[in-house]
């Protein structure tokens, strides 16, 4: 007998205002992460969306799992290679998707305004930085 993964044994349906958007201690200030389906810490299948305002970027880094992308809105910039590179991005509108090898150095820019994008790979989740510098997880706390 088939059992199910985590959270998938009934049918659900996930309203776009039930979406609970969170800060995540790997992505710069501003940009928010939101589980939709599964548990992305754990082996498994999972789905999450990420949400990027204006100008904001994710320098370059890369994830050890294979991913694919959906652009939900706005507009996905998207580069290659392990340096950032503004002139390097290339744009894709809503309704793309994206297959993103693992362990494929990448950055993002929501260079032309706030995009969202959705994810779904085989966890557990991973993210590492090319330049620890750029990781805020390895941010010293802020003085008292």
Do not use: C
């Not at 007998?1 to 992505?27: S, Y």
């Not at 950032?84 to 290339?90: L, Q």
Request: hydrophobic share 35%.
């Amino acid at each position: 007998m088939r059992t199910h993964q985590p959270g998938e044994d009934r049918f659900k349906a996930i309203l776009p205002e039930q979406v609970d958007w969170r800060p995540f201690p790997a992505f710069p200030p501003g940009v928010l992460l939101a589980v939709v389906v599964g548990h992305p810490t754990e082996p498994g299948p999972y789905a999450i969306r990420v949400k990027a305002p204006l100008d904001a970027k994710l320098m370059p880094h890369r994830h050890p799992e294979d991913r694919i992308y959906t652009v939900i809105s706005g507009v996905f910039y998207i580069g290659f290679g392990d340096e950032f590179d503004g002139n390097a991005v290339t744009g894709y509108p809503p309704g793309t998707v994206l297959v993103l090898p693992g362990d494929t150095w990448h950055f993002h820019w929501a260079k032309s305004g706030e995009y969202v994008t959705q994810v779904t790979a085989i966890g557990p989740l991973g993210l590492e930085y090319a330049n620890s510098a750029d990781d805020p997880r390895a941010s010293p706390p802020p003085s008292r």
